[in-house]
Nanobody, 122 residues
Framework: QVQLVESGGGLVQAGGSLRLSCALSGRIFTPYVMGWFRQAPGKEREFVAA????????NYVDSVKGRFTISRDNAKNTVYLQMNSLKPEDTAVYYC???????????????WGQGTQVTVSA
């Protein structure tokens, strides 16, 4: 059984930084795509960033381009999200996801973490 476990969320002031981590365990395989989604209260789950296994393709939602960086360590089956210049509108629960396609739709991802809260104060 595949498990994704996120860590690194917290409370930060606007302009600050956080680094999220997500480790995959339970099954010996390296997903083609690992990525991050977020969900703010009263809003739908939104794609944030994803990266393919070889690192050739990275995809970001426009609102985080230039501020967030996704990276992977395939040896550790871990994906990271470095978040800089955080804004109050980045406040959400951030979810790690893994799947077989480089897509932005949440329904196309097979495995999900439990989520980690990121709160950015003004």
């Amino acid at each position: 059984q595949v498990q994704l476990v996120e860590s690194g969320g917290g409370l930060v002031q606007a302009g600050g930084s956080l680094r999220l981590s997500c480790a995959l365990s339970g099954r010996i395989f390296t997903p083609y795509v690992m990525g991050w989604f977020r969900q703010a209260p009263g809003k739908e789950r939104e794609f944030v960033a994803a990266q393919t296994r070889g690192g050739v393709i990275r995809n970001y939602v426009d609102s985080v381009k230039g501020r967030f960086t996704i990276s992977r360590d395939n040896a550790k089956n871990t994906v990271y999200l470095q978040m800089n210049s955080l804004k109050p509108e980045d406040t959400a629960v951030y979810y790690c996801a893994a799947g077989g396609k480089m897509v932005v739709g949440a329904l196309d991802y097979d495995y999900w973490g439990q989520g980690t809260q990121v709160t950015v104060s003004a």
